[in-house]
């Protein structure tokens, strides 16, 4: 069963309330441990998301413009954030990193 702080990981990630519907810690909970980590428990999340604005149409009216179609583009990214690669490791944002160099 997954803990608190994997639960409240999930919900910062997933920029989730305890007081979304359907999102209650029993639920966020299962999912972590149906997916097997919190990152792939994320990547479900982001992907519902992305399927619940996927009907958003850009408006303009009254010389406003509300592009609510890049809502559904943006959750398919942050699912791609948390997605694995092919060796099982998290994708994530791209974490910094160093190539060591030697003068020949």
Known sequence: MATATEVMTL???TDLEC???PYT???MSALID???SVELA????????????AGFVDTTESGSTRR???LTDQALKMAGAFQTN???GVVGFG?????GSERV
């Open 11 to 13: 919900r910062l990630t």
């Open 19 to 21: 007081t979304d519907p």
């Open 25 to 27: 810690d029993e639920y």
């Open 34 to 36: 149906e997916q097997g």
């Open 42 to 53: 994320a990547v479900t999340i982001w992907r519902i998301k992305a399927a619940q604005t």
């Open 68 to 70: 609510l179609s890049q």
């Open 86 to 88: 092919e060796d099982g």
């Open 95 to 99: 974490a910094p990193f160093t190539i």
